[in-house]
């Protein structure tokens, strides 16, 4: 499963933030149907469970980064 999940890291969602001082990108979620095809082409099954588990690194990929962010 993390095999997955880092072989999808070009596959989420990024929101970019510009300030007069820096510029911030927030990745804000994976875009499933991508996600989907790479988890195809790596031999996985697409099923509920395999993206709810997903989604559960995906949570907490996006909680430790904001953790980092402040």
Do not use: C, P
Not at 6 to 23: C, D, F, N
Not at 44 to 70: C, K, P, Q, V, Y
């Amino acid at each position: 499963m993390f095999a997955l999940f880092t072989a999808s890291e070009t596959q989420w969602e990024r929101l970019v933030i510009a300030g007069q001082k820096k510029t911030v990108i927030v990745r804000t979620g994976l875009y499933y149907d991508r996600v989907e095809s790479v988890a195809r082409a790596h031999g996985f099954a697409w099923n509920a469970t395999l993206l709810g588990d997903l989604r559960i690194m995906e949570a907490e990929a996006i909680a430790a980064w904001s953790r980092e962010a402040r």
